[in-house]
């Protein structure tokens, strides 16, 4: 479907900026959580059984890569996002979101072994609570800016405690401080991620901000893994169970649900309800697989309460921007309107 220039003389957003009702978006969010936790159990198992750590991160992107190049082919719209996105001028570093998957991706695969799941968990979201109440303050993704409000704050420290809550007795490696550190950078890189991405669909389309994602992070996957040994040398032993490979259509699924409720609630409260899903999916994972751990309590309290976070973010409002009642795609036009070029090839605002 051909789209009408706005009055600005920006591309209209695409129909995913036009923000859903909070319930519903955090609802897609939550879900994608549960898919991301799936997806981060295939991508490790693959790549131990693999042989290399990057190698999961790898079938990941390329699968995650050729699923959209698919849908790019297959449908007309896509190309249609693609051309407008062309036409929107943004910045250079608006297409550099996919960076923040790859990294945690990455970070993920070479830090957990030495801090432990627990603690690289707990310092991932604690980076990407800052992250998201400075992206969301500074304005970068298409809902506009979100104020420093008390409840957003709130909001973020409950999430990081429920986070901490949920991974008692898990088994903590040795604390490295540089480790710690990369680790927080890697939820920064998330909230970035999603800010970006969603700047990218809001000028033009969703499809153009997952192509956008992937041939940014696809990249930077091969090359780490090619310096890290993976893609020379004796040849992996590839597994023959399907759902192993999987990461790369789990990927899609979660990127464009961020894509969905960032324009929504803003970066904070979707990493947030992420966050939430992506302990409830670990809570599943522990029950139903063989040999698991079974239902663990705080898993399950941590999850409830990162959702209750995520509630708690978004009392009282703190939008500045757009204005009281305005649309997400009202915002992405001011958006593309503040970015277009102005005379003698300034941007505007």
Same mark, same amino acid.
């Given at each position: 479907m051909s789209r009408s220039p706005t009055a600005a003389g920006a591309p209209a957003p695409s129909p995913v900026s036009r923000a859903l009702p909070p319930w519903v978006a955090l609802t897609l969010v939550t879900l994608a959580g549960v898919?991301?936790?799936?997806?981060?159990?295939?991508?490790?198992?693959?790549?131990?059984?693999?042989?290399?750590?990057?190698? !999961?991160?790898?079938?990941?992107?390329?699968?995650?890569?050729?699923?959209? !190049?698919? !849908?790019?082919? #297959?449908? %007309?719209?896509?190309?249609?996002?693609?051309?407008?996105?062309?036409? #929107?001028?943004?910045p250079w570093w608006t297409y550099l979101g996919g960076l923040g998957g790859a990294g945690i991706v990455l970070a993920g695969a070479y830090i957990v072994p030495v801090l432990g799941v627990a603690l690289f968990t707990i310092a991932q979201v604690a980076g990407g609570s800052l992250g998201g109440l400075a992206v969301d303050r500074a304005g970068l993704a298409p809902v506009g800016r979100l104020a420093l409000t008390p409840p957003r704050v709130a909001g973020a420290l409950l999430g990081v405690t429920a986070v901490t809550l949920a991974q008692l007795g898990q088994p903590v490696g040795d604390l490295a401080l540089g480790l710690v550190l990369l680790a927080v950078a890697g939820g920064l890189g998330v909230a970035l991620q999603s800010a970006l991405n969603a700047r990218v669909s809001a000028a033009s389309s969703a499809a153009a901000g997952m192509v956008v994602n992937f041939a940014t992070a696809t990249p930077v996957v091969l090359l780490v893994a090619a310096l890290a040994g993976a893609l020379?040398? %004796?040849?992996?032993?590839? %597994?023959?169970?399907?759902?192993?490979?999987?990461?790369?259509?789990?990927?899609?699924?979660?990127?464009?649900?961020?894509?969905?409720?960032? %324009?929504?609630?803003?970066?904070?409260?979707?990493?947030?309800a992420l966050v939430a899903g992506q302990l409830g999916g670990a809570l599943l994972l522990d029950a139903l697989l063989p040999g698991g751990p079974g239902l663990r309590l705080p898993v399950l309290a941590g999850a409830l309460l990162t959702l209750a976070a995520a509630l708690v973010a978004g009392r009282g409002g703190g939008r500045r921007g757009p204005g009281p009642g305005e649309s997400a795609r009202a915002g992405a036009e001011r958006v593309a309107a503040r970015e277009r070029p102005g005379p003698g090839g300034r941007l505007v605002g």
């Open positions: 898919a991301s936790a799936a997806q981060g159990a295939a991508n490790a198992e693959l790549g131990e059984r693999a042989g290399n750590a990057t190698l !999961g991160a790898v079938v990941n992107n390329l699968g995650g890569a050729l699923l959209v !190049g698919l !849908g790019v082919l #297959a449908l %007309p719209s896509a190309r249609t996002g693609l051309a407008a996105l062309r036409r #929107a001028r943004l020379t040398g %004796p040849g992996p032993t590839w %597994p023959d169970d399907w759902y192993l490979y999987t990461g790369g259509l789990l990927g899609v699924v979660i990127v464009a649900a961020l894509l969905v409720g960032v %324009p929504a609630v803003g970066v904070l409260r979707t990493g947030l």
